[in-house]
T-cell receptor, first 106, second 119 residues
Framework: GIQVEQSPPDLILQEGANSTLRCNFS?????LQWFHQNPWGQLINLFY???GTKQNGRLSATTVATERYSLLYISSSQTTDSGVYFC????????FGQGTRLTINP | KAGVTQTPRYLIKTRGQQVTLSCSPI?????VSWYQQTPGQGLQFLFE???????NKGNFPGRFSGRQFSNSRSEMNVSTLELGDSALYLC??????????????????FGPGTRLTVL
């Protein structure tokens, strides 16, 4: 089955810093989503981005489907950005990466 | 529009018992999927229901089962609970998963989860 790998597994930054999270997938996909898991466990939708680039405030994402990777950019990080970020691709089900745990220190 | 709801939010059971979890999708969504999240295994797919039919099933034992009702609400049941079933159970809804025509039909939305503890 399709494999999804995220890097880095952990990222610790100071407030105000920028960050880039990467998601590699092993096969072509027509559905890729980025989620932020809040402290209570709910997965919050960030982007639906099977290809191209999207921006939402301080967050943006780019998927290069032909090269099988996606990037999530967070600019001017805030402590509320802390948490685990997952990418997931659709292959008859959502297949998740292991996540990147982001910690933003004040 | 209300989001995906799951009940109960927290549950404590003992080994050998059974449990039923409920998920109500976003209005108009016809597909419900269930996922299990544990620290060791991450997020794993349990099953997906669409129009009251199970369309896909993950690699879980037969103790895990589910169903979907005509109003698209879904339940999952775990019988003969084991300690390893302690997990966060998440459900997701979408209009029609797997189609490539319209992204709005594919995007999955998750509920807040049910945290199950088996003692």
């Amino acid at each position: 089955g399709i494999q999804v790998e995220q890097s880095p597994p952990d990222l610790i930054l100071q407030e105000g810093a920028n960050s880039t999270l990467r998601c590699n997938f092993s096969d072509s996909v027509n559905n890729l989503q980025w989620f932020h898991q809040n402290p209570w466990g709910q997965l919050i939708n960030l982007f639906y981005i099977p290809s191209g680039t999207k921006q939402n405030g301080r967050l943006s994402a780019t998927t290069v489907a032909t090269e099988r990777y996606s990037l999530l950019y967070i600019s001017s990080s805030q402590t509320t950005d802390s948490g685990v970020y997952f990418c997931a691709v659709w292959s008859q089900k959502l297949v998740f990466g292991q996540g990147t745990r982001l910690t933003i220190n004040p | 529009k209300a989001g995906v709801t799951q009940t109960p939010r927290y549950l404590i059971k003992t080994r050998g018992q059974q449990v039923t979890l409920s998920c109500s999708p976003i209005s108009g969504h016809r597909s419900v999927s269930w996922y299990q999240q544990t620290p060791g295994q991450g997020l794993q797919f349990l099953f997906e229901y669409f129009s009251e039919t199970q369309r896909n099933k993950g690699n879980f034992p037969g103790r895990f089962s589910g169903r979907q009702f005509s109003n698209s609400r879904s339940e999952m049941n775990v019988s003969t609970l084991e300690l390893g079933d302690s997990a966060l159970y998440l459900c997701a809804s979408t209009i029609i998963p797997g189609t490539s025509v319209l992204s709005s039909y594919n995007e999955q939305f998750f509920g807040p989860g049910t945290r199950l503890t088996v003692l």
